[in-house]
């Protein structure tokens, strides 16, 4: 079967890191991305892995290890604006997304 | 990047009405555009897949004849709810694959349709 696991809430102070963990099972991996929602809007793009390693976009960064079924999201210098909810999404072997339930990070100062 | 837009944004409707939220790609063609349905504090749920010229694929579980898709050109997505009730209130959302990636690109949302049904 499918299935995709994340956080349901995290916690973090202005200026620190934080990292946030999604884990999935699926027999078809075409890629696995991670969205930023802030409440009341629309999801919006943050990264793409479908190969192993990290990316490195600014403050975010994205690793995946396939072997694992494991990605993180790590970001940097938080900002009060970064306070939103994060999905992590893969693609199966059909193309679908298949969404995690969102991680809501609650930034203080 | 590529722009997706939706309206309305809010819609407040009796119970019974029908609604429709239409979906237009602004500056690429869309072949395939996707229907999420979204209740507070869940994840997205695909609802549907909406092919330009063609029938709609639905999800398992999502009513075809509540939820009326029409895709009737390259730029425009509808999404109509008919005979609305409390519960098809929701945060509707349509997307589109970045143009030229396929069915992997980047995934560009529209703004979203908050519906609320009385």
């Known amino acids: 079967g499918q299935n995709i696991d994340q956080p349901t809430e995290m916690t973090a102070t202005e200026g620190a890191i934080v990292q946030i963990n999604c884990t999935y099972q699926t027999s078809g991996f075409n890629g696995l991305f991670w969205y930023q929602q802030h409440a009341g809007e629309a999801p919006t793009f943050l990264s793409y892995n479908v190969l192993d390693g990290l990316e490195e976009k600014g403050r975010f960064s994205s690793f995946l290890s396939r072997s694992k079924g494991y990605s993180y999201l790590l970001l940097k210098e938080l900002q009060m604006k970064d306070s939103a909810s994060y999905l992590c999404?893969?693609?199966?072997?059909?193309?679908?997304?298949?969404w995690g339930a969102g991680t809501k990070l609650i930034i203080k100062p | 990047g590529a722009v997706v837009s939706q309206h309305p944004s809010w819609v407040i409707c009796k119970s019974g009405t029908s609604v429709k939220i239409e979906c237009r790609s602004l500056?690429?063609?869309?072949?395939?555009m996707f229907w999420y349905r979204q209740f507070p504090k869940q994840s997205l749920m695909l609802m549907a897949t909406?092919?330009?010229?063609?029938?709609?694929?639905?999800e398992q579980g999502v009513e075809k004849d509540k939820f009326l898709i029409n895709h009737a050109s390259l730029t425009l997505s509808t999404l109509t709810v008919t005979s609305a009730h409390p519960e098809d209130s929701s945060f509707y959302i349509c997307s589109a694959h970045e143009p030229g990636t396929g069915d992997t690109g980047e995934l560009f949302f529209g703004e979203g349709s908050r519906l609320t049904v009385l």
């Open positions: 909406s092919n330009e010229g063609s029938k709609a694929t639905y």
């Open positions: 500056d690429f063609q869309a072949t395939t």
């Open positions: 999404a893969f693609m199966d072997s059909n193309y679908q997304l298949i």
